[in-house]
Nanobody, 115 residues
Framework: QVQLVESGGGLVEPGGSLRLSCAAS????????MAWYRQAPGKQRELVAQ?????????NYADSVKGRFTISRDNGKNTIHLQMNMLKIDDTAVYYC???????WGQGTQVTVSS
């Protein structure tokens, strides 16, 4: 059974940083592309970043987070991370870990950027 567990969300002031983590189990982690999505109140869920399978580690980012967010993966620990720097109020959302190839989702972790 596939399980994704996110952690690391919280409250931060504008300009601050947070690091999200997602631990995966029940899959052969290295072969899968992994992604972070987010959903703000009243808005559709959107792709934030993805890291292609462990053999290439190619990354893609939404234009709104390029230069501020960094996605990475640790294949030895079946974990991905999202380092978020220079956070803005508009980054406030629930952040979800996702495996696009099998449609698996985590429970989400709240990120609130507020002064």
């Amino acid at each position: 059974q596939v399980q994704l567990v996110e952690s690391g969300g919280g409250l931060v002031e504008p300009g601050g940083s947070l690091r999200l983590s997602c631990a995966a189990s029940g899959i052969r982690f290295i072969v899968y592309t992994m992604a972070w999505y987010r959903q703000a109140p009243g808005k559709q869920r959107e792709l934030v970043a993805q890291v292609i399978d462990g053999t290439t580690t190619t990354t893609n980012y939404a234009d709104s987070v390029k230069g501020r967010f960094t996605i990475s993966r640790d294949n030895g620990k079946n974990t991905i991370h999202l380092q978020m720097n220079m956070l803005k109020i508009d980054d406030t959302a629930v952040y979800y870990c996702n495996i696009p190839g099998i449609g698996a989702w985590g429970q989400g972790t709240q990120v609130t950027v507020s002064s």
